[in-house]
């Protein structure tokens, strides 16, 4: 809590509701150091509003006094420390670019002691760690930000620091393994201040390690090693000395060798039996905690320089750590393309050689996947300089990284394998990956695909590397766009794509859809009608939803039937380097398959001369007779007769009497005098609209007395046809009636039978 000036608040009414403090002077106590508030330990919250920039010299070389550097919109602070140890200050939370600087004493005659100018947690807050202070001892805490910012509310954090680091001196270090990585946390660890000369002397004083860690190593074989604290979460410096006191001299420095402010360093010549001190820390303010170290054995980084002799990988699989900074350029090519010769765009530069030879007969990969700089990759049939071009790359992999795929290498087969840099990139962190690849899916073309059925989730991936754009868009490039036939840009095709032969089980509409796949896949998706790669085209998606972010697929399938297979065609788009995992999904719209499924169509049918339209409404299945099929209609004319037809098939809409017929093919009529034609027992739908326009049943053929009950026979040629000849069986209803002196007709009911 801060010690509050109870006069009066200031005007702002944050500022009062918090009780922050207002000076009856006119200025606000903090604003100057002869008037500072008390901080205590834990959080510290102040409002700067309207504050000067105090330019307050105190003297002391930690503290930068000329702008920029010093804190602007200053508020000053005295703290007493209430127990000797270590102590951090910090604006962690704030988001502002921050500077603290802590002087000793307790008013304007205070000397800086400490300066901490942002740079942590990755926005610029500050982090200052104050080690072996004494108990009772006063400090006067000024705090600002880097540029003027009009001031505010803000708060900074006193916390007491846990129990230092063994070692956290050059005096207790801990002893490292030869090789591999160790983490460690330098958060509560000291700055030791060790900088023992050049090279580690820095240029200016913030580039020398903070709250610094020591270690002890030496190496297990002659050779080349490298240090490095990759996969750090934190901006490091490195230092290393020959020897193991902290009078030992030092031989190498490293700030920013690695990506994200990482370091790295490399030694060459190293005998076993010689031991070394390393320390590492963190760069100027940039705060502390995790850190990884690790020793990699390098062999020796110049040796394998030339194609007459590089470095022996034998039949072995894995990555193998190297470094390009030592080496030359050659003009090796192995004879001819694709291989770049020296002096073209794309050569090797700085480059190293590797005999490696194929365990057995398969697919490789071989790539700089994890290297810190722009590669370039040659692969050469032979062990030496009378090796043949075979393979070149130089950004398969993006990002710079290259990527060669051996396809079909019979087992005990020579390479070598040459990786530099392109143009003048050179690089401590070079990773030669080589690997054994699965085959790729077997449904990688339209030949191929593999069988499903019914409404189904099939789990996918396109991620093999030999993957191929198939090529194929069923006859159709303006719809199912392809790699190879594509109308518009490349980049519209669809790329790494698979292949599922589709049957439904019943007739019905359907969603095909990846929708169920990463949200930042993306996908597109092809339907073709008819089996593998005969199939021709019958709707494309890329996007579901576009606007909305929804990269992923989706088809909406309408009247897919038992008697139709289909081919499903699915992949990336555009880029063949953003492949996934997804998922396939195929879902029926409405009840499952044999459960009946009833919609409407021809709607609105043509108005009558009550000025309004007859709807077939209400309809179910469930009724105790016939097919379990009931129709009712509404909004019928007044005291009009009607009964109902049915047709296996839907036509264009097509003008009879005063309305539309949406019947196609034969139809048959419900009524007594063709049933009673064609030997068929009474199938009588005779209705008549009543005063409110529903239809009421008058033949007897309705257990509800409206609509009708379906019977299983239809009443037309052949005699005595049924109606429920299997699942999915699709049917089409219409009701005629009188319209005055004309006739018109309802809208459809389309009845698919359980």
Not at 20 to 32: I, R, V, W
Not at 272 to 278: A, K
Not at 491 to 518: H, K, M, N
Request: with cysteine; proline share 6%.
């Amino acid at each position: 809590m801060l010690g509050i000036h109870n006069s009066c608040c200031r005007p702002a009414a944050v500022a009062c509701l918090l009780g922050l403090p207002f000076a009856t002077n006119g200025f606000a106590q903090g604003d100057d150091c002869s008037d500072p508030l008390t901080a205590m330990v834990g959080t510290n919250l102040f409002d700067s509003t309207g504050f000067t920039t105090s330019e307050f010299e105190s003297g002391g070389t930690p503290c930068e006094n000329a702008t920029p550097g010093a804190p602007e919109e200053d508020v000053f602070f005295t703290w007493t420390v209430p127990a000797s140890g270590n102590w951090q200050l910090d604006t962690y939370g704030t988001g502002l670019d921050t500077v603290i600087q802590i002087h000793l004493g307790d008013d304007c005659s205070a000397t800086c002691v400490a300066q901490g100018d942002g740079g942590a947690d990755g926005i610029e807050e500050t982090e200052l760690k104050l080690c072996g202070l004494t108990a009772g001892t006063e400090y006067l805490i000024q705090v600002g930000t880097f540029l003027p910012m009009g001031g505010g509310i803000s708060s900074f954090e006193i916390t007491q620091l846990g129990a230092v680091p063994s070692n956290d001196t050059c005096a207790t270090p801990v002893t490292l393994p030869p090789l591999g990585s160790i983490l460690w946390n330098n958060s509560t660890a000291c700055t030791s201040g060790l900088v023992a000369g050049a090279p580690c002397q820095p240029v200016a004083e913030e580039d020398s390690p903070k709250s610094d860690l020591f270690f002890r190593w030496g190496p297990n074989n002659d050779g080349d090693y490298r240090f490095d604290t990759r996969g750090s979460d934190l901006d490091t410096v490195l230092n290393i000395y020959d020897g193991i006191n902290c009078g030992a001299p030092c031989i190498a420095f490293d700030d920013d060798s690695g990506e994200n402010g990482e370091s790295a360093i490399v030694l060459q010549n190293l005998a076993q039996g010689d031991v070394y001190l390393i320390q590492v820390g963190t760069w100027h303010d940039s705060g502390s905690g995790d850190g990884v170290l690790t020793t990699t054995y390098l062999g020796s980084v110049t040796a394998n320089d030339d194609c007459a002799s590089p470095r022996i990988l034998g039949p072995t699989l894995g990555t193998t750590p190297f470094t390009n900074s030592f080496a030359t350029t050659t003009a090796f090519n192995g004879g001819g393309l694709p291989c770049p010769v020296i002096g073209q765009n794309g050569e090797p530069r700085n480059d190293l050689f590797f005999s490696w030879v194929s365990p057995v007969a398969g697919n490789y990969r071989v790539d700089t996947r994890g290297s810190g700089f722009d590669t370039v990759l040659s692969i050469h049939a032979g062990d030496d300089c009378s090796a043949a071009c075979f393979a070149h790359d130089d950004d398969g992999s993006g990002d710079g990284e290259s990527r060669i795929h051996l396809v079909g290498i019979g087992g005990g087969t020579p390479f070598l394998v040459q990786v530099g840099g392109w143009g003048p990139s050179v690089g401590l962190f070079g990773e030669l990956n080589i690997s054994l690849l699965a085959a790729p899916p077997a449904n990688d073309m339209c030949s191929n695909a593999i069988p499903i059925l019914g409404e189904t989730v099939v789990a996918w991936d396109n991620q093999h590397p030999l993957l191929s754009d198939s090529g194929f868009d069923g006859g159709d490039a303006s719809t199912c766009f392809s790699a190879a036939n594509s109308p518009n840009t490349a980049i519209d095709t669809i790329r790494s794509d698979l292949f599922y032969q589709w049957t439904p089980e019943c007739f019905g509409d359907y969603v095909i859809s990846t929708e169920a796949s990463s949200p930042v896949f993306d996908t597109k998706l092809n339907v073709h009608l008819g089996t593998g790669c005969s199939a021709t085209c019958l709707d494309a998606n890329d996007d579901a939803d576009t606007f909305g972010g929804n990269l992923l697929s989706r088809i909406d399938l309408v009247g897919a039937t038992v008697n139709d297979t289909y081919l499903i065609q699915l992949g990336t788009w555009s880029d063949d380097t953003l492949r996934d995992t997804g998922v396939l999904s195929i879902e029926r719209l409405g009840p499952e398959c044999g459960a009946g499924v009833i919609t409407v169509e021809c709607d609105p049918a043509a108005q009558h001369t009550g000025g309004t339209y007859a709807k077939i409404d209400s309809s179910y299945f469930g009724g105790p007779v016939g097919t379990g099929l009931h129709l009712d209609a509404i909004d019928g004319p007044v005291n009009q007769f009607a009964f109902f037809l049915v047709s296996g098939t839907r036509s264009v809409t097509l003008p009879v009497f005063d309305g539309i017929l949406c019947l196609g093919g034969s139809q048959g009529r419900y009524s007594n005098n063709i049933a009673t034609n064609q030997g068929l027992p009474q199938l009588d739908s005779i209705c008549k609209f009543d005063l409110a326009g529903v239809l009421v049943n008058v033949g007897g053929n309705s257990t509800t007395g409206l609509g009708f009950d379906v019977p299983f026979e239809l009443p037309f040629t052949p005699p005595g046809q049924l109606i429920t000849l299997g699942v999915g069986e699709t049917w089409y209803f219409q009701l005629w009636f009188r319209d005055g002196l004309s006739a018109n007709f309802s809208n459809v009911v389309k009845a698919v039978f359980p």
